[in-house]
C-alpha cells in the first residue's frame, strides 16, 4: 500500500524565501507583451524525492518595470533543488512575479514532462 499524500506534503515550498526578481524601468506605457521561454525548468516532488520536468512560458504585458533575465534565470533554478507540487510551483512563480514586477496582466504556464502515462498543463493567470 502507498503513502497518501499529506498536508505536510500539499504545503511544501510554498513558503521558502527563493532569490529576488530584479527590474527595471519600462520605457514605454503602451501595452506590449513579452515571452519568456524556460524549457529546462526542474524542480523535486515533495512525496517521491524525484524530479519533475518541464517547459515553463511566462507572457506578461509590464507595466512600471519589466522583469531583469538574469535574476529571473537564478529565481527559476532555485526550484531545482526545492520540494514542491508542480501545481503549487506554477502558483508560487505567479504571485513572486505578480509581487516583484506588478505587471498590467501575466499568463504562466507549466508544462510537464509525461509522468504515469499523463501529461499535465498548468496556467495561471493576473489578473484572476
Same mark, same amino acid.
Given at each position: 500500500?502507498?503513502?497518501? $499524500?499529506? @498536508? ?9 524565501? /527563493? ?30 524525492? /524525484? ?12 507595466? @512600471?518595470?519589466?522583469?531583469? /533575465? +538574469?535574476?529571473? @534565470?537564478? $529565481? ?6 526545492l520540494g514542491i507540487f508542480y501545481e ?5 512563480? /505567479?504571485?513572486?512575479?505578480? +509581487?516583484c514586477i506588478k505587471p498590467k496582466s ?23
Amino acid at each position: 500500500m502507498s503513502k497518501k $499524500y499529506t @498536508k505536510t506534503h500539499a504545503q511544501s515550498g510554498t513558503k521558502i524565501k /527563493l532569490p529576488p526578481i530584479e527590474t527595471w524601468d519600462n520605457q514605454y506605457r503602451r501595452n506590449y507583451e513579452i515571452t519568456i521561454d524556460i524549457p529546462e525548468f526542474t524542480s523535486i516532488c515533495p512525496r517521491t524525492g /524525484l524530479p519533475d520536468f518541464g517547459k515553463v512560458a511566462i507572457k506578461y504585458i509590464p507595466n @512600471k518595470v519589466c522583469a531583469e /533575465l +538574469k535574476s529571473l @534565470k537564478y $529565481y527559476m533554478l532555485s526550484y531545482r533543488q526545492l520540494g514542491i507540487f508542480y501545481e503549487n510551483a506554477m502558483n508560487r512563480i /505567479l504571485d513572486d512575479f505578480v +509581487k516583484c514586477i506588478k505587471p498590467k496582466s501575466v499568463t504562466i504556464t507549466g508544462q510537464f514532462n509525461t509522468r504515469g502515462g499523463m501529461n499535465c498543463t498548468i496556467s495561471v493567470r493576473f489578473p484572476h
